[in-house]
Nanobody, 122 residues
Framework: QVQLVESGGGLVQAGGSLRLSCEPDGSVFRLNDLAWYRQVPGGERELVARITRAGEVYFADSALDRFIISRDNAKNIMWMQMNSLKPEDTGVYYC????????????????WGQGTHVTVFS
């Protein structure tokens, strides 16, 4: 099965920026709503930002005014531009699709990527 793959994580100084990407590792027909979650060691995955297929967005308070989420439906790719990064933004960032259509009639729900690490140092 096609999986979601995140990229763009890394090590950055506080105040810096990173751009995360999420896309399938193969051909898919359609992605529905997409989201980014963050998880720290010992913690649960927390929603950071979400974007519907129509482009409606939601941000957690911690990301508001600093992060930008966007997508290209034709290319089946999502991005999150993270600006003014803080040490508390450190964690593993996961991409999630609530529904992914492999073909017009074949789909999977609640699909997660493997995560990309973001470390922000002061």
């Amino acid at each position: 099965q096609v999986q979601l793959v995140e990229s763009g994580g890394g090590l950055v100084q506080a105040g810096g920026s990173l751009r995360l990407s999420c896309e399938p590792d193969g051909s898919v027909f359609r992605l529905n709503d997409l989201a980014w979650y963050r998880q720290v060691p010992g913690g649960e995955r927390e929603l950071v930002a979400r974007i519907t297929r129509a482009g409606e967005v939601y941000f957690a308070d911690s990301a508001l005014d600093r992060f930008i989420i966007s997508r290209d439906n034709a290319k089946n790719i999502m991005w999150m531009q993270m600006n003014s990064l803080k040490p508390e933004d450190t964690g593993v960032y996961y991409c999630r699709a609530d529904k992914i259509y492999y073909t017009r009639d074949h789909y999977a729900i609640d699909l997660w990527g493997q995560g990309t690490h973001v470390t922000v140092f002061s």
